[in-house]
């Protein structure tokens, strides 16, 4: 084979430091873009927070090729990056669902610097990657946001003042409380806690085993009830020992005796069987553990409370709805006017350095202006497609999917989908994720689409209405659906009630 010289032209794409900035800041939510930016400040000179935002015309989408729908340009017209028509802002929180048989039975309880030309992206190459968010930690302003709080460790050490106890039956005492999880468990046995502070000594090991043990016996006879318990049941046996002595308590301490699983299942024959009590007796039990609380220590835990603050605002105006952007969250970020004329003036040395931290400061307000413009047109385009919900709420959702918002506004589904994550929106009927309006469909009997949402919707509203006494199953629940029109399989009601985290049927049957 000969070897020889050609030309071959080819075309290929490559971000830009400008477009990989645009991407990343584009997936940030509103803490993250917010401490990003805060990291902009203190490394780029000719950044600086202002009191009024950068000029559209000087940062705005005039250079982009992004189509622009005529509803989305009317809600750009009517609202801008630096004046959001409301200051509404709501709090939402969730809870991770359990699965285990403990967790089965807790179900049951209750201006750009004036600079004439500015430099192409050329000179914002290699020297200036694109950073990576670095999220610093701010501990003490969240302490001071919190405010004072008692945790289960210092009611516990209160209530240990008042006890005569020796210095070593103190440290003890003091060690076990230091011990305990947030729950108020002690999920470490005196034997480990003991070989941990003893190390190889064994005698030592033992001596404090046994000062463990007594100590913990002071410490299960404090409050709250059912504290320092090692499992589940000793934990529900330490709280019915402040009960009233009668049969369905004394039946109710037997039960904690068996497997758990048994009570997880509402199992009341073999509980009959086991415990020895009438079958009235065990649903009376059952009623009682019912009232116990399988975590003494929950209450004095310092949940930190993540604040919802919503990007997107929606208010009912007239038969429409307006949409503008939350001006809480929108940073107001300019070029520094000083340093940019002074750059200007003194073209020396250090100038393309400098110019570079320049371009860099402008690229970066351009990037935040496009980041909020493209939150508001998916978020106009949603409101659009799903105006039945925002009238009259969650059982009116339509089925919609990421390309339809893609090809009505010209974007990749990919930009959607970072648009839509970790953005929330204010609406009439509380706050939600932007996910949170799309959803698959199910087929009906009329060739229509129901969306899941609206599914899920109707799947509480059946729960909610039926008889305690006898719930509501998969199979019904399936049933009620197909009268309703929506095909609906039996296992799809089930993925759908663990999503809700609505118990079983077995869980939900009141005795």
């Excluded at 460790?153 to 070593?168: I, V």
Aim: proline share 4%; net charge negative.
């Amino acid at each position: 084979m000969k070897q020889g010289l050609s030309l071959r032209v080819s075309q290929h794409l490559a971000l830009t430091p400008q477009l990989q900035q645009s991407i990343r800041l584009l997936q940030l939510s509103t803490l993250e873009l917010s401490q990003e930016v805060e990291q902009m400040l203190d490394e780029n000179p000719f950044l600086e927070v202002s009191e009024d935002a950068a000029e559209r015309e000087e940062f705005g989408l005039e250079h982009t090729n992004t189509p622009v729908s005529r509803d989305s340009q009317e809600f750009e017209s009517a609202t801008t990056l630096v004046a959001a028509s409301s200051d509404e802002t709501s709090a939402a929180s969730q809870n991770e669902p359990e699965t285990s048989a403990e967790a089965k039975i807790e179900e049951s309880w209750d201006g750009d610097g004036t600079v004439e030309s500015a430099p192409d992206d050329s000179e914002w190459g290699g020297d200036a990657p694109a950073r990576k968010n670095n999220l610093e930690d701010s501990d003490a302003e969240a302490s001071d946001l919190t405010g004072s709080h008692i945790t289960l460790q210092d009611h516990l050490h209160r209530q240990s003042l008042g006890l005569r106890l020796s210095d070593e039956d103190r440290a003890a005492l003091y060690f076990l409380i230091e011990s305990l999880s947030d729950d108020g468990y002690l999920e470490d046995s005196l034997a480990e806690l003991a070989v941990g502070l003893a190390g190889e000594d064994l005698v030592q090991a033992e001596e404090l085993e046994q000062c463990f043990a007594m100590a913990l016996q002071l410490l299960q006879h404090m409050e709250p009830a059912g504290v320092g318990a090692r499992n589940l049941a000793e934990c529900l046996g330490l709280q019915l020992l402040d009960c009233k002595d009668c049969d369905e308590t004394r039946a109710a301490m037997a039960m904690c005796k068996q497997p758990m699983e048994l009570l997880a299942k509402r199992d009341v024959k073999r509980l009959v069987y086991l415990c020895g009590f009438p079958e009235a007796v065990i649903k009376g039990a059952i009623t009682v553990i019912g009232r116990l609380d399988p975590k003494p220590g929950r209450r004095f835990v310092n949940v930190e409370r993540n604040v919802v603050v919503p990007d997107v605002i929606v208010v009912k105006a007239g038969r429409n709805f307006k949409v503008s952007l939350n001006r809480d969250v929108m940073p107001r970020l300019r070029v520094h006017d000083i340093y940019a004329s002074a750059l200007k003036q003194h073209k020396g040395q250090g100038g393309p350095a400098l110019q570079q931290r320049l371009q860099e400061a402008r690229w970066f307000i351009k990037n935040i202006q496009q980041r909020f413009d493209t939150i508001l047109r998916v978020s106009s385009a949603i409101v659009e497609r799903q105006k039945s919900f925002f009238s009259h709420g969650e059982l009116a959702m339509r089925p919609l999917v990421l390309r339809e918002i893609a090809d009505e506004l010209g974007l990749h589904e990919s930009t959607i989908s970072r648009v839509t994550t970790a953005k929330y929106m204010s609406t009439p009927y509380g706050t939600f994720e932007l996910k949170y309006f799309f959803g698959s469909a199910l087929g009906t009997e009329t060739g229509g689409n129901a969306s899941s949402t609206a599914v899920r919707a109707l799947i509480k509203q059946f729960v909610s209405s039926e008889s305690a006494h006898k719930p509501l199953s998969d199979n019904q629940i399936s049933d009620m659906l197909k009268e309703q029109g929506i095909e609906c399989a039996r296992r799809t009601v089930a993925k759908y009630r663990e999503t809700l985290r609505i118990a079983p049927t077995n869980l939900r049957k009141s005795l």
